[in-house]
């Protein structure tokens, strides 16, 4: 149980603080510990559900105290803007699943872009969890072991 919480605090801090990496601690709890993948992906997805929520609610003020994130977003939003607004849920999915943009990132920014940014949060969150659970089934695999 002590490693799982160690995987938990690490995506709730890895999601702001990109170099304690929620992918490469999945990736490392796959190969030692015998759990299953979802079970792996959803202690992760829930660590990163705390940061995102997080974000999603307190990123404008974060991004007024962190120079380095507010440039992040403001790339972002340059870039991604208009897509958030006319496709807030393919951006989000996108982000969540694949991590372009930064989740972090599209979590900051979904509530003053998109028009609905309320389901945005659970998709974002959801994807994350099937993005975490595939690292963690290839991880085990590799390992050549399947816990189930």
Known sequence: ?????????????????????????????????????????????????????????????LRRRWRWFDGKCERVRTRFGARMARNAILVASSSGLLGFPPVSVAATLAPALAPRPAPLLPLMVLMRVVRLSLLAALATSAMGRWPW
């Open 1 to 61: 149980m002590t490693a799982a919480a160690t995987l938990f605090g690490i995506a709730v801090v890895g999601t702001i603080f990109w170099l304690a990496s929620p992918e490469a601690a999945v990736a490392v709890f796959a190969s030692r510990e015998r759990w299953n993948p979802v079970a792996i992906g959803l202690v992760a997805g829930g660590g990163q559900a705390v940061s995102l929520t997080l974000l999603f609610l307190f990123g404008d003020q």
